[in-house]
C-alpha cells in the first residue's frame, strides 16, 4: 500500500512459488544442529514437524515457525522456513499479529509447559476463542528444562524438584482441558516417541481451518525421565470417538487415567483474520483531506 | 474596550452532567465561527460522580497555551466554587447557581442565577441545567444562540423528544441574560467565519498513523491512550487495515512487533502502566531489529498513581528502561498540530532505522483539543524499511554488518530469503552466537544506526528554536508545555528581556550540534518540565554536561505562560541587578 512518503509497505502477496521440485524432509532442515540433550522428546516432534511440512509440500517463504523461551522454543532455528524466537510466553501474540497482517502465511507455534502454561498461559485462552487460524504445538515435558530442573505447572502432585523439595503442591494443569474450554477448534495429543502418528496429527491440525492445539508428551531424557511412565499410559481414543463433540472431549480430559492420543475435538467457526479482514472488499485509499473532514 | 482573548473554566459534580459537554459545545461553536480554541479538561478517575472541570481559552488571534488562571469561572456547586476561586483572575467573572452556591463577594463580576430551579420550575427539566447555563453564556458572552442550537441538533438526533426540551432550555437561558446587566468586558464579537480542524491530541497521533501507513493496531484500554485504541478499531477496517483490542499490553506489543515482522507498519498505544508491562517486547525489537511504534501518554505515577493527570516522568523510562543495552527513538510531540507530523516522522524513522519509536505524549496534549489552521502533511522524507531486493537465499544476511548498522529485512511470505527473528544474541545470518566478540560487535551494530538517527534529526524539523540570538536565559523544554513557553517567552521579550527557547521533539538520540549551538548562544539554561526528578534536565547533564536551571512542577495540572514568565523574571533580577 502507498504511504504518504511515497514508501511502499510490503505487499503479501500470494502467489505460491512455482514448485518444480517435489521438497523433501532435508529442504525444511536448517543445517543448525538441535542443541537438545539427548533422547529428548523433542527430537522427534522436530522430526514429526518435518515430515508434516514435507507432506504437505509448504513454500518455505510461507510458512513462520514461532515460538517463546524454552528448550521446546529452540525449535524455529532448526527449520529453513521464516521463523521468530520472542520472549518468555508471547509466541501466541506475536503468532497472533503475524497472521493478522497477512493470514495466508502457514504459522506454527511451538513451546512448552512452562512458555504457555506458565508465563504465557494468559495469553492461551484468548489466543483459542479468537480461532487464529495457526497450529500451536506444545511441548509438555512437566519440567524446566532450560532452567534445569525445576517443577513446572504440569507437574505431577507430589513431584520433587529443586524447587519443590518437599513434593509439588498443586494439581497439574490439563492442557487439552484448558484449550477445549478456552474455545480451541481442534485439540488433541501426540507422543514424541511415535514420530509417525505425530506427523499425521500435525498434518491435520495445520490443515484445520481454525486454533489447532496439539499436546505432545515430549519427555525430559535428562531431568524428568518419563518415558516408561507414558510408553505404559498412553493410549489411542475409542475407536469409534465421536471429535465433534464438545462435551464428551471436555469430559473425557478432565477425567482421563490413559494419556489418550488422537483428535479429542474438532469443529468449524469463523476464523479471526479472516472476519476481521470482511471489510476487505471496499477497502479505501486513505485520503488525509477526506478523512480530516471529521474535525471541521 | 472589550477582550476578546479569555478563559473560560466550568466546574462541578459529574453526577449532575454536563459538565465536560457545556464546555465542549460552546468550544465548538465558537470554533465553527473562526475563534480560535485552546481546551484543558480533567476528569476525576471514579466512573460516575467526582469532581470534573473543563477550561477552553477562546480568542480572536492564535493561542498556543491554555493561558493564565480564569477569567470567567462557572461553578455548579459549591465544592467547585471553593476549588477554583482562587484561580479566579483579578477583573474576573463568577457565574453561580444563586441556591446552590454561597460565595464571598470579593470584587469579581458576580452574576447568580438560580440554575436548577429555573430548569426545575420554569422548564420541567432538570437535566436541562447545562444546556440553560449554555445559552446563559451565549448571551453573557457574545456566541449567536443559533450557532449552539446546531450543536444541540447534532447530539440528539436520535432521541427527537430530547431536541426540543434542550433547545427550549438553551433559548431559554438565552433570553434570561436579557434580564442581567452585563457588567464586564468580555465579549466575543464576530470572527472570520473561517472553519477551522478541532482535534485533540489524540485525534491527532491517530490520524498521523493512518497517514504514516499504520494498517495493524493493538491495544488495551488505558487512560488517557484509549481514544487512540477506539479511533483506529472504527478506522482501520476502512483502510484495509486490522484492529486488535490483546488481552494485555504485552500481547499488544507481541502482536504489533508479528505484525510488522510480517511487513505491516504497525503501532500501539499505553500510559504509563502499560508501558512498563511493555518493556520486555521493546528489548527485543530492538535486538531483533523489527520497526515499532509505541505511543506512551503519560500520566502521573508511580504504579496506578493519578491516571487522569498529566506528568512528563516516563522520560527515564523510555530513555532507559529495559534490561540490557539497546537502542531505541524517542519523540515527544510539542502541540496537538506537531502530534500529527511527529507521528508520521516515527513511522519513517522505525522503518528506516529498524528499531523501537516510542512518542511520548501526555494527559493534557493527548485529551486536550486546539484549534488548527491546516495540517502540515508536506516534506516528508521517503523513508523505507530495507529488503533484500535479488540477493540470493544463500547469500541474505539478515543482520548483514554494514557501514550504518542498517541490514536488509526479509518479509515472510514475500521474500524467499528466510530467517529467524532472534531474541537471543546471534551473527550476521540471525543464528544463535554467544561469543563475546560477537556481542559487542553486534551491540555496536545496533547502536551504529543511533549514530545515523542522531544526524537525521539534528535539523529544525526535530529542533525548533526563537528567540534573541544572545538571550540572557535560553528555555529548553520538551513535550506538551512548548505552548506555555511561547508565550512567556513572547511576554519576557516584550519586557525587553532577552530571551530564546528550543524544543526539540528528538529525545533520544539528541539533536547535538543544534542543542550546543542554543546552549552555547545562552548565558544561562532553564529546563521546565512536569516531573520531580528532573529527567530531562538529567539527560542533558548525562549527554552534553549541561548543569541547567530546573523547573519542575508535579501535580497533574500544565505549566501556566505566567508561571513559566515568572521564573524567567526570578532567574533574570539577579542577571540585570
Known amino acids: 500500500m502507498p504511504t504518504p512518503d511515497g514508501a511502499q509497505a510490503a505487499q503479501p502477496v500470494l502467489t505460491k512459488e512455482p514448485q518444480t521440485t517435489t521438497l523433501t524432509i532435508k529442504d525444511y532442515k536448517s543445517g543448525a544442529k538441535p542443541v537438545w540433550c539427548p533422547g529428548c522428546g523433542d527430537f522427534g516432534v522436530l522430526s514429526a514437524a518435518y515430515k508434516a511440512l514435507a507432506q504437505l509440500q509448504l513454500a518455505k517463504k510461507d510458512v513462520v515457525v514461532v515460538s517463546g523461551i524454552g528448550c521446546s522454543s529452540r525449535t524455529p532455528y532448526f527449520l529453513s522456513t521464516y521463523g521468530f524466537h520472542s520472549v518468555h510466553g508471547r509466541s501466541l501474540p506475536v503468532a497472533t499479529g503475524i497472521k493478522l497482517s497477512n493470514p495466508d502465511l502457514n504459522v506454527l507455534v511451538f513451546g512448552g509447559d512452562g512458555d504457555l502454561m506458565a508465563i504465557g498461559a494468559g495469553h492461551f485462552p484468548h489466543a483459542a476463542a479468537r480461532n487464529v487460524n495457526l497450529t500451536c504445538i506444545m511441548m509438555d515435558n512437566q519440567t524446566y528444562g532450560l532452567t534445569k530442573a525445576q517443577a513446572s505447572p504440569t507437574s505431577f502432585i507430589g513431584h520433587k524438584s529443586k524447587t519443590t523439595p518437599y513434593g509439588v503442591i498443586s494439581k497439574p494443569v490439563k492442557p487439552v482441558l484448558v484449550a477445549l474450554t478456552a474455545g480451541a477448534t481442534f485439540v488433541a495429543r501426540g507422543y514424541s516417541a511415535k514420530p509417525n502418528e505425530l506427523a499425521a496429527t500435525i498434518v491435520a491440525g495445520i490443515e484445520h481451518n481454525g486454533f489447532s492445539f496439539i499436546h505432545v508428551q515430549s519427555p525430559c531424557a535428562e531431568f524428568l525421565n518419563t518415558y516408561d511412565y507414558y510408553d505404559e499410559h498412553v493410549g489411542d481414543l475409542p475407536e469409534d470417538w465421536d471429535r465433534h463433540d464438545l462435551g464428551k472431549a471436555i469430559s473425557l480430559a478432565a477425567t482421563e487415567e490413559k494419556v489418550h492420543l488422537g483428535v479429542f475435538y474438532e469443529e468449524e467457526r469463523p476464523i479471526y483474520e479472516r472476519t476481521a479482514r470482511e471489510f476487505e472488499s471496499q477497502r479505501q485509499e486513505f485520503v488525509l483531506e477526506d478523512y480530516l473532514k471529521r474535525f471541521s | ?577
Open chain 2, 1 to 577: 474596550m472589550p477582550r476578546d482573548d479569555f478563559v473560560i473554566r466550568i466546574g462541578g459534580d459529574t453526577a449532575i452532567g454536563g459538565v465536560i459537554s457545556t464546555g465542549e459545545n460552546f468550544t465548538t461553536a465558537a470554533a465553527k465561527l473562526g475563534f480560535r480554541t485552546f481546551t484543558f479538561r480533567t476528569y476525576p478517575a471514579e466512573i460516575k460522580g467526582g469532581h470534573a472541570w473543563f477550561q477552553v481559552r477562546i480568542s480572536n488571534r492564535p493561542v498556543f497555551s491554555l493561558g493564565d488562571g480564569c477569567d470567567i469561572l462557572i461553578v455548579f456547586d459549591q465544592e467547585a466554587y471553593e476549588l477554583h476561586k482562587g484561580d479566579l483572575n483579578s477583573g474576573g467573572v463568577l457565574i453561580y447557581d444563586s441556591d446552590l452556591v454561597s460565595v464571598e463577594h470579593d470584587g469579581h463580576v458576580e452574576y447568580g442565577v438560580p440554575f436548577q430551579n429555573i430548569a426545575r420550575q420554569e422548564l420541567d427539566f432538570v437535566r436541562g441545567t447545562n444546556v440553560l447555563i449554555l445559552g446563559v453564556m451565549a448571551g453573557l458572552f457574545g456566541l449567536p444562540v443559533a450557532s449552539l442550537e446546531e450543536m444541540v441538533k447534532t447530539r440528539y438526533k436520535r432521541r427527537a423528544e430530547l431536541v426540543e426540551k434542550n433547545l427550549q432550555a438553551l433559548r431559554h437561558g438565552f433570553e434570561y441574560t436579557k434580564k442581567i446587566q452585563k457588567q464586564d468586558k468580555y465579549w466575543l464579537g464576530t470572527a472570520d467565519h473561517i472553519s477551522r480542524l478541532v482535534m485533540t491530541g489524540n485525534d491527532a497521533i491517530s490520524a498521523g498513523a493512518l497517514h504514516g501507513g499504520c494498517r495493524y493496531f493493538a491495544g488495551y484500554p488505558i487512560t488517557p491512550a484509549s481514544d487512540i485504541l477506539e479511533t483506529m478499531a472504527n478506522q482501520l477496517p476502512r483502510f484495509g487495515g486490522v484492529c486488535l483490542q490483546a488481552e494485555d499490553e504485552m500481547a499488544a506489543l507481541a502482536s504489533v512487533i508479528g505484525a510488522s515482522y510480517a511487513g505491516t507498519r504497525a503501532m500501539t498505544a499505553t500510559s504509563g502502566p502499560g508501558f512498563s508491562l511493555m518493556t520486555e517486547l521493546m528489548g527485543l525489537a530492538s535486538m531483533a531489529e523489527i520497526p515499532i511504534v509505541i505511543v506512551d501518554s503519560q500520566r502521573s505515577g508511580p504504579s496506578t498513581g493519578m491516571p487522569t493527570k498529566l506528568e512528563q516522568s516516563d522520560l527515564f523510562h523510555a530513555l532507559y528502561g529495559g534490561h540490557g543495552d539497546f537502542p531505541r527513538i524517542v519523540l515527544a510531540p510539542a502541540s496537538v498540530q506537531n502530534c500529527f507530523r511527529v507521528t508520521v516522522l516515527a513511522f519513517g524513522l522505525a522503518e528506516r532505522y529498524q528499531m523501537p519509536v516510542i512518542i511520548l505524549s501526555d494527559q493534557s496534549l493527548s485529551h486536550r483539543t486546539e484549534t488548527i489552521e491546516k495540517v502540515d502533511a508536506s516534506g516528508f522524507p521517503v523513508m523505507e524499511r530495507m529488503r533484500p531486493n535479488g540477493a540470493s537465499s544463500e547469500d541474505y544476511l539478515r543482520f548483514e554488518l554494514t557501514p550504518d548498522g542498517i541490514s536488509p529485512m526479509a518479509v515472510p511470505g514475500v521474500d524467499p530469503q528466510t530467517y529467524v527473528a532472534p531474541g537471543l544474541e546471534h551473527d550476521e545470518h540471525g543464528l544463535p552466537r554467544l561469543s563475546a566478540q560477537i556481542h559487542e560487535k553486534m551491540t555496536q551494530k545496533r547502536f551504529g544506526k543511533l549514530d545515523a538517527v542522531r544526524k537525521h534529526i539534528d535539523t529544525e524539523e526535530f529542533a525548533p528554536s526563537y528567540g534573541d540570538a544572545d538571550a540572557d536565559l535560553g528555555i529548553i523544554g520538551w513535550g506538551a508545555t512548548q505552548g506555555s513557553i511561547r508565550e512567556a517567552v513572547d511576554r519576557a521579550r516584550e519586557k525587553g528581556y532577552k530571551v530564546a527557547a528550543m524544543h526539540p521533539r528528538c529525545l533520544n538520540p539528541l539533536p547535538e550540534q543544534r542543542l550546543r549551538d542554543f546552549i552555547a548562544s545562552c548565558k544561562r539554561i532553564l529546563v521546565p518540565e512536569c516531573n520531580y526528578q528532573g529527567q530531562f534536565a538529567h539527560h542533558l547533564t548525562a549527554n552534553l554536561g549541561l548543569q541547567p536551571i530546573k523547573m519542575n512542577k508535579i501535580g497533574g495540572l500544565p505549566f501556566t505562560p505566567g508561571e513559566i514568565f515568572a521564573k524567567i523574571e526570578e532567574v533574570l533580577a539577579h542577571a540585570y541587578a
